[in-house]
Every structure is written in structure tokens, then in C-alpha cells.
């Protein structure tokens, strides 16, 4: 079994940043894909960002240039950078593995 959680959201303004942590339990973290989902009120959730174990990245049109991610294999962890935050990136945002694990969800925020 694999825990995942979240940290580093909020309340932001239009324009602002926020990055995301993602910290999961389990061995051979190092291994797996990692990804960033989203889920706004009303919508089905969707893909935000993955990264591979060798650090290749996967990024939605609607977020390249303004998201990245990342991972830090010997911390177990994987962030979401986010810049250049518009209202329509209001969500909650999720962490998985290899879309079988996932996290609580977090909720981002984008408003004046």
C-alpha cells in the first residue's frame, strides 16, 4: 500500500505561484510515475503533469510554460510548480502513482 499527501495549497492571486508537495510512503519510489491531476467543480478530473522515474515529463496544453514538475527520488516526494496561476486553474489537485494511488487532493485557489 502506498499513502501519498499533499501540501502547498491555497488562496492565490491571479498571476501568483504556489508549489505543490507531494510526499509518498513505500519503497522503490524512484521507479515509478509520478503525476499531477486536477478536478474543478462540475468537471472530470484531468491530467496536469507526470514525470517518469528517469525524470521525463508529460505536460497538459493548457498549463506548458507556466507548470513544472519535479521529483526528488531520495525524499520520496514530487512537486508542481505553478506560475502564472489563472482563475481557470481553481481545482483540487491530486498526486498519483502510476494512477493506481492517489492522494487526498488539495485544494488551489486562483482569485482576486
Known amino acids: 500500500q502506498v499513502h501519498l499527501v499533499e501540501s502547498g495549497g491555497g488562496l492565490v492571486q491571479p498571476g501568483g505561484s504556489l508549489r505543490l508537495s507531494c510526499a509518498a510512503s513505500?519503497?522503490?519510489?524512484?521507479?515509478?510515475?509520478m503525476g499531477w491531476y486536477r478536478q474543478a467543480p462540475g468537471k472530470e478530473r484531468e491530467l496536469v503533469a507526470t514525470i517518469t522515474g528517469l525524470g521525463a515529463t508529460n505536460y497538459a496544453d493548457s498549463v506548458k510554460g507556466r507548470f513544472t514538475i519535479s521529483r526528488v527520488n531520495a525524499k520520496n516526494t514530487v512537486y508542481l510548480q505553478m506560475n502564472s496561476l489563472k482563475p481557470e486553474d481553481t481545482a483540487v489537485y491530486y498526486c498519483?502513482?502510476?494512477?493506481?494511488?492517489w492522494g487526498q487532493g488539495i485544494q488551489v485557489t486562483v482569485s482576486s
Open positions: 513505500g519503497s522503490m519510489f524512484s521507479i515509478y510515475l
Open positions: 498519483s502513482q502510476r494512477g493506481i494511488y
